[in-house]
């Protein structure tokens, strides 16, 4: 067939895949709850307070100034133990008498890497603040957004397995022997790749839309400033890395002929989606694991996006990560085509990998 004609018959199948899946439920209602949690994580918390903030205390001019404020206090004997506890996390903050002459009430604040807002807005006057390992981005906040980042990653990695269960189907109700006799397999398959990156693109962009919504509704503003050129990056990276899993989930279905088997080709593409999400939690204070994971094609899409936020990478090691999963993309999308050419129409069980490659046309 001639190039145009692939084309058509690539948008054709593209066209037909979107219209499938728009139409059921399940995908509006998971989009929905998506939206819907993206404003939660941003809004709830400034509508809920938390417990009372733990405070330290040295000498007694600090403990009187924290008298009958909501804060729980620990006195210490002196300030290098307040600042072990504030470096440690067991407490928010430590009151500390001011030596300096500065403070109005004769106290200092002494924190981690932000003012601790809740404690100091309950004091008579601000006193000053000492931060011992300022940062841009508070560690609670640092973490919800790996978190959100990561989650979202694993939703639209997951959301690919309708590839996989839209090929078996097909398969499994001979519907792929009607559709091969018009269409060529390999435009089949990348019908069905772009047909849900377009979909997965238009998900990500409204909720990338939204995000800045969300935040000022949340009166998070200032966040949005840091997380804005993070979320530039994110949404290149994830298309890209939804590609690469997609030709992945279109191999696992074209493998096996029947739902019940599905389960067993699965597990690679699985474990390229839940072994990043869980790479980039428990790993992202580890500046050498992380870097590692954002040159990985398959962990990128969300490693590098967080390398940004977080201020570890430059412009040009994100430039570097994306040409390195562009040209991943190719290589698994052709290495893709063929096995998917040479097992989609074998029916009877499961196919191997290596049969599919050499019954490839």
Same mark, same amino acid.
């Given at each position: ?72 206090? !620990? ?262 085509? !063929? ?23």
């Amino acid at each position: 067939m001639s190039r145009a004609t692939f084309a058509s018959a690539t948008w054709l199948v593209a066209e037909r895949e979107m219209n499938v899946l728009v139409r059921t439920k399940g995908f509006w209602i998971g989009f929905l709850v998506t939206v819907l949690g993206l404003f939660a994580i941003a809004v709830l918390p400034s509508v809920f307070g938390g417990d009372k903030p733990v405070v330290a205390a040295v000498g007694s001019e600090a403990v009187k100034v924290l008298s009958g404020k909501d804060v729980e206090v !620990r006195e210490v004997p002196d300030l290098a133990s307040a600042e072990r506890l504030v470096r440690a996390d067991e407490v928010e903050a430590a009151i500390v008498p001011d030596t300096t002459g500065e403070s109005a009430i004769g106290v200092r604040v002494v924190a981690l890497d932000e003012s601790p807002s809740d404690v100091v807005g309950q004091l008579v006057a601000a006193p000053p603040v000492d931060l011992l390992d300022p940062s841009a981005v508070s560690p609670g906040v640092r973490t919800l957004v790996i978190l959100v980042f990561a989650l979202f990653f694993l939703l639209f990695g997951m959301g690919g397995a309708a590839i996989a269960q839209s090929t078996v189907t097909e398969k499994q109700t001979r519907i792929v022997e009607i559709l091969v006799s018009t269409v060529p397999i390999r435009a089949l398959l990348a019908g069905k790749i772009l047909g849900h990156v377009l979909l997965t693109m238009g998900q990500v962009v409204v909720l990338a839309l939204a995000a800045p919504i969300a935040l000022r509704l949340g009166g998070q503003s200032e966040l949005l400033a840091v997380v804005a050129p993070a979320l530039g990056w994110f949404v290149p990276f994830l298309c890209l890395g939804f590609v690469l899993l997609a030709a992945m989930w279109a191999v696992a279905g074209a493998l096996v002929s029947r739902q019940e088997d599905l389960g067993s080709t699965m597990g690679l593409a699985m474990l390229l989606v839940m072994g990043p999400y869980f790479g980039v939690q428990f790993f992202s204070d580890n500046q050498t694991v992380m870097t590692v994971l954002s040159y990985v094609p398959f962990s990128a899409a969300v490693a590098m996006p967080v390398r940004m936020f977080t201020g570890d990478a430059q412009v040009w090691e994100a430039l570097l990560s994306m040409g390195i999963l562009a040209v991943t993309v190719v290589v698994i999308v052709l290495g893709a085509s !063929r096995v998917y050419t040479g097992s989609l129409l074998r029916t009877g069980g499961k196919v191997g990998l290596a049969e599919a490659w050499s019954r490839a046309e």
